[in-house]
């Protein structure tokens, strides 16, 4: 019987994991990881490719993502896979702002099945509880666990759009997670405080997009997470805070793991590159929850990243069209050359950027090119952080033989200039920046899906990955971090 030949044999590049740079080669077949050696010349395979000069990296994992708006799975996926991301988590549940509604099981369980269909990329979800949901949540946690769905994000603020659960349904929620084995995420601000400044500001005539960021004070986002680390040492649940964009957080993380707590932390890219000046030029464009802060705020992200505070980047993308984030029906196009022209209430506009496409890009030529951290440090948090947090590891995030076969080839002297993500989508909210370093290559479990600038992968090749509470890095023999 002849042997048959290995699909994939990338040569010459230098592999990167999150312990240090090699040269290596590596051979897959399918669709997982056969071989990886210094020199694997000799070896056949029906494609051999050259990356001498280049980096190879684990696929990037986007943890943190929403394709509920202008792009569905099939859009999002491609713009993913633009960016160098092989596998995407996105949040789903009973929100009829994304265009869900109902028992959150089952509106989970439709999105696993459609997204069967129409993504390019593998996928996971997350569990999303809004204030709807609070007397279905102890029954819905076990049942999705079993679904492999063993995350849960809660909102402690935006009670008016239905979102925020009270802290009797979050510590309910905290609770049956823990005893299933899930993990707690958490959006931390202080809605309450929100709505009364939001309230007070609105009442002024204050509406205009320099009153967004008083309206949401960095103290805001410091009380809740405070706040919602005590529940979790109360009821014994790991944590997640998703999207952390303030200085004041960064204390308090410290203080709770030294303390020897399961904490397990979040931020974005524009939280580290993007500030208030921007919705102070861009107007509703620029609007996020929690919103866009200061300077030194994104100084001490990049410092608490370097320093292992900060453990996951991921994108918190929407996929939005202008016209989407205006209120109104306001013209984008006026907007964009004065944010107060249509007359707009910031508060009234929609939530959300756009930025999973030069998501790991930013971070590459704003924290690598330029010394805040290392490559090995961005293969951390971009792949094998989140690969073992959510109990995908070592299937996916990490570039060794049995993994599957996810990588991206970088070129680290390319350069770009934003102008537009790909997906349907008209504006990216990196919008201008210069890049040195970007992706050549996207594979997938051996196959290739974006090359040279070229979608080459195949609609509804994705596949549903079950996260396994065993091996995440909150469970007790679990993948440390």
Request: with cysteine.
């Amino acid at each position: 019987m002849v042997e048959q030949r290995p699909d994939v044999l990338v040569k010459g590049g230098l592999l990167v994991s999150g312990q240090g740079i090699s040269r290596g080669d590596v051979l897959i077949g399918n669709g997982k990881i056969l071989d990886i050696q210094d020199d694997l010349s000799q070896r056949e395979a029906v494609r051999t490719i050259d990356a001498t000069g280049k980096y190879v990296l684990p696929g990037a994992i986007d943890s943190h993502c929403h394709p509920v708006y202008s792009d569905k799975m099939d859009t999002y996926s491609i713009t993913a896979a633009f960016g160098g991301i092989t596998t995407v988590v996105a949040f789903v549940g009973n929100v009829p702002a994304w265009g869900f509604g109902g028992y959150t099981t089952d509106v989970i369980r439709n999105f696993i099945d459609d997204a069967q269909k129409l993504s390019y990329l593998d996928y996971s979800v997350h569990g999303t509880y809004v204030a709807a949901d609070e007397d279905t949540l102890r029954k819905s946690v076990p049942e999705l666990v079993r679904l492999g769905v063993i995350s849960f994000k809660f909102f402690m603020s935006y009670s008016r759009r239905g979102m925020m659960l009270s802290d009797d349904a979050i510590i309910q929620v905290m609770d049956q997670a823990a005893k299933d084995g899930a993990l707690a995420m958490v959006h931390a601000e202080n809605g309450c405080c929100i709505d009364y400044l939001t309230d007070k500001f609105a009442a002024e005539g204050k509406v205009s997009g320099e009153y967004f960021l008083p309206a949401q004070p960095n103290i805001l986002e410091a009380e809740a997470l405070n706040r919602v680390a005590v529940f979790s040492k109360i009821v014994g649940s790991p944590l997640y805070p998703v999207h952390l964009s303030a200085k004041e957080s960064i204390p308090l993380v410290k203080r709770f793991r030294e303390e020897g707590m399961p904490l397990f932390t979040e931020s974005c890219p524009h939280y580290l590159t993007l500030t208030n000046d921007e919705i102070l030029a861009k107007g509703p464009l620029a609007k996020v929850g929690p919103p866009l802060r200061e300077k030194e705020d994104c100084d001490a992200l990049w410092q608490a990243l370097a320093d292992g505070h900060i453990d996951v980047i991921a994108s918190d993308s929407g996929g939005f069209t202008k016209m989407q984030k205006m209120t109104g029906g306001a013209r984008a196009d006026i907007a964009l050359e004065d944010p107060n022209a249509s007359g707009e209430n910031i508060f009234e506009a929609r939530y959300g950027l756009n930025t999973i496409e030069f998501m790991v890009p930013v971070v590459w030529s704003y924290g690598v090119n330029q010394g805040r951290i290392t490559l090995p440090r961005l293969v951390q948090v971009f792949c094998e952080n989140p690969a073992k947090i959510f109990g995908l590891y070592p299937q996916k995030g990490t570039l060794q033989v049995g993994s599957d076969g996810d990588l991206v080839i970088w070129d680290p002297g390319k350069t770009h200039v934003v102008e537009q993500q790909h997906g349907n989508t008209d504006f990216s909210s990196f919008e201008g920046f210069r890049l040195l370093g970007m992706p050549e290559l996207t594979m997938q479990r051996g196959s290739v899906i974006v090359e040279d600038g070229q979608l080459v992968g195949r609609r509804g090749r994705g596949e549903f990955l079950p996260g396994n509470p065993n091996v995440s890095a909150y469970a007790p023999h679990g993948h440390k971090i």
